[in-house]
């Protein structure tokens, strides 16, 4: 299945409650929540009190995105915030797999990113432990950044080693997508699909609509 995440970086702040309602009644099944440290990547973005807070407001599945250093650390504060899926990265820890296994501990889906300078080849100890693979298609650290096109490259590697084990895992890509390259991403292989600028810039609940649209066609 599809999924559209639309990522509330991009979301007018003062308007959070409205922007997520309104991506929700667009039909976006799930939230991205990018959380940065200032450490794993150059910006600070916000976390728990923050998650906690929208949590009360929606029942969408909140996928949250760790750009984060030793995310072991915070798994469970994360849980109890409301995260449905925590996302870290593979660069960020030297335990992938106590990671895994401790978001898996609470009941909670867990997955696993990489960075545009990342071989596929890395995440091959982790395809069969993990319900989601992330393939950043951008430099994870800020929203609003051009597609890096070697990634259609890297999103079919993935597919296909998922494929070769026999593994229906979910494939998601963050970062650049737009209208006009949101088949191309799923043509590849990916089947969620993170948009921040292009769902909040403007018409939140038109975007969402029209990317939705689009994943389905
Ligand atoms: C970047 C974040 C993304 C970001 C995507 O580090 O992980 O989720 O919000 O933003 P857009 O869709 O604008 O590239
Ligand atoms: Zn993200």
Same mark, same amino acid.
Request: no cysteine; net charge negative.
């Given at each position: /299945?599809?999924?559209?995440? $639309? !990522?509330?970086?991009?979301?007018?702040?003062?308007?959070?409650?409205?922007?997520?309602?309104?991506?929700?009644?667009?039909?976006?099944?799930?939230?991205?929540?990018? &959380? *940065?440290?200032?450490?794993?990547? $150059?910006?600070? !973005?916000?976390? *728990?009190?923050?998650?906690? !807070?929208? =949590?009360?407001?929606?029942?969408?599945?909140?996928?949250?995105?760790?750009? @984060?250093?030793?995310?072991?650390?915070?798994?469970?504060?994360?849980?109890?915030?409301?995260?449905?899926?925590?996302?870290?990265? %593979?660069?960020?820890?030297?335990?992938?797999?106590?990671?895994?296994?401790?978001?898996?501990?609470?009941?909670?889906?867990?997955?696993? !990113?990489?960075?545009?300078?990342?071989?596929?080849?890395?995440?091959?100890?982790? %395809?069969?432990?993990?319900? *989601? @693979? %992330?393939? *950043?298609?951008?430099? $994870?650290?800020?929203?609003?950044? $051009?597609? @890096?096109?070697?990634?259609?490259?890297?999103?079919?590697?993935? =597919? +296909?080693?998922?494929?070769? =084990?026999?593994?229906?895992?979910?494939?998601?890509?963050?970062?650049?997508?737009?209208?006009?390259?949101?088949?191309?991403?799923?043509?590849?292989?990916?089947? &969620?699909?993170?948009?921040?600028?292009? &769902?909040? =810039?403007?018409?939140?609940?038109?975007?969402? +609509?029209?990317?939705?649209?689009? /994943?389905?066609?």
């Amino acid at each position: /299945m599809n999924i559209l995440s $639309p !990522s509330i970086l991009a979301a007018d702040f003062k308007n959070l409650g409205q922007q997520i309602a309104d991506v929700d009644a667009a039909g976006a099944p799930y939230l991205h929540v990018d &959380v *940065m440290d200032g450490t794993f990547v $150059p910006s600070i !973005s916000f976390g *728990m009190p923050v998650i906690k !807070s929208i =949590r009360s407001a929606s029942d969408m599945v909140f996928d949250v995105h760790l750009m @984060i250093v030793d995310p072991i650390r915070y798994i469970e504060e994360f849980v109890k915030s409301g995260a449905d899926i925590i996302t870290f990265h %593979l660069e960020a820890t030297d335990e992938p797999q106590a990671v895994i296994d401790k978001i898996h501990s609470f009941g909670k889906k867990a997955g696993i !990113s990489i960075k545009p300078g990342t071989p596929v080849e890395a995440l091959e100890p982790y %395809l069969d432990k993990v319900d *989601m @693979i %992330l393939v *950043m298609t951008v430099e $994870p650290g800020f929203g609003g950044q $051009p597609f @890096i096109e070697s990634s259609y490259d890297k999103i079919k590697a993935t =597919r +296909k080693m998922l494929n070769d =084990r026999g593994l229906d895992t979910d494939v998601q890509v963050d970062g650049g997508i737009t209208k006009d390259n949101i088949k191309k991403v799923i043509a590849a292989g990916a089947n &969620v699909i993170v948009a921040g600028s292009s &769902v909040f =810039r403007g018409d939140a609940r038109e975007n969402a +609509k029209e990317l939705i649209k689009l /994943m389905e066609a």
